[in-house]
């Protein structure tokens, strides 16, 4: 299970959790272990280029070192020059040594593995959220921020001695934090009470934590639903946060109404040829973001164009 765990989490993160120092070599392959600056050379360079210098995929580091120094052949690529230029120290009479990166001991612990897996899983979520089929980059790239906690609100600006004055433009009142700009804020509030309501949540306003859990639970999977909660999401905190440099920058102020409207104009435009599979539920999303186009396709899917216009939500 851990063994398995740890393929995906390698395959999939930045840095690897294991590498390889280089003792007499008998137990590192040579293609596929990290042993070369923090990845393995299949990695590096590429499967043909190592099997082009070795031969041999199941080879050995072993192969390679004689008498505490190595021993590659000629090197017959720019790549594998590279590679040869910059080889790691060997530690002569001693046997390989396995690190776990994540603890200074390199010595493996499970509350490291844990802390590893949490923050693996949470990034996918965020990832699953952010960018999901349809998203709108500019606001990917805004809700990124606001979930990374990268967004210079003016508390952290205060902090850093850049300005005086930290205070919320969107009300006025209090400290312009992260969590009191998109979540805590009379105006924020006010817009996302509409925004869930829209997206078929009955839930009350939350802290930023709060919300982020819920979200990537309610934005999960592929489907119409969560691709258009997903992007009224983006859309609501992309134009809260225009809306605050507007104030600041231009001098042009709006209230929560018309950012609202431009959020639903936002979730029209960009979704306006998705398709919606047949349910209720879909239908009363797009009922409540006015998604016209969307409903008619749902009800030509069923045969029930008649329906539709009976309940007054096309033109046909
Ligand atoms: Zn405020």
């Not at 923090?38 to 004689?66: C, H, P, W």
């Not at 709108?136 to 902090?159: E, F, H, N, Q, S």
């Not at 998109?182 to 802290?207: D, E, M, P, Y």
């Not at 231009?250 to 960009?270: C, F, G, P, T």
Request: hydrophobic share 40%; with cysteine; proline share 2%.
């Amino acid at each position: 299970m851990w063994a398995i765990c740890f393929v995906d989490l390698e395959e999939n993160s930045e840095t690897p959790f294991i590498k390889y120092e280089v003792g007499n070599g008998r137990d590192i392959f040579v293609c596929l272990d990290n042993w070369y600056s923090m990845l393995s050379l299949e990695k590096r360079v590429g499967t043909r280029i190592v099997y082009d210098a070795v031969s041999n995929l199941q080879a050995k580091l072993s192969d390679f070192i004689r008498e505490g120094r190595w021993y590659f052949p000629p090197p017959i690529s720019h790549e594998l020059q590279m590679v040869q230029a910059n080889l790691p120290v060997i530690s002569s009479g001693t046997v390989d040594r396995v690190v776990w990166t994540l603890h200074n001991s390199g010595k493996y612990t499970s509350s490291t593995a844990k802390e590893a897996f949490r923050e693996h899983r949470d990034q996918v979520a965020w990832r699953n959220l952010v960018w999901f089929k349809g998203y709108i980059p500019k606001y990917a790239l805004i809700l990124w921020m606001v979930c990374k906690g990268k967004l210079l609100t003016r508390d952290k600006l205060k902090r850093w001695g850049c300005i005086n004055d930290d205070i919320c433009v969107l009300c006025g009142s209090v400290s312009e934090s992260l969590d009191h700009l998109f979540f805590q804020c009379g105006f924020a509030k006010s817009l996302w009470t509409v925004v869930k309501w829209r997206n078929g949540i009955t839930r009350s306003n939350s802290n930023w934590e709060e919300e982020a859990v819920n979200a990537i639970k309610e934005a999960k999977g592929g489907s119409f639903e969560a691709r258009i909660r997903s992007l009224a999401i983006a859309a609501t905190v992309y134009l809260i946060w225009q809306e605050r440099n507007s104030r600041i920058f231009k001098d042009a102020r709006h209230n929560w109404e018309y950012v609202l409207d431009r959020v639903n104009e936002s979730i029209k435009d960009a979704s306006w040829n998705w398709r919606a599979e047949r349910n209720y539920r879909n239908w009363t999303l797009c009922k409540h973001w006015g998604l016209y186009d969307q409903i008619i396709l749902v009800y030509y899917r069923l045969g029930s164009e008649r329906f539709c216009c009976f309940l007054g939500y096309c033109s046909l």
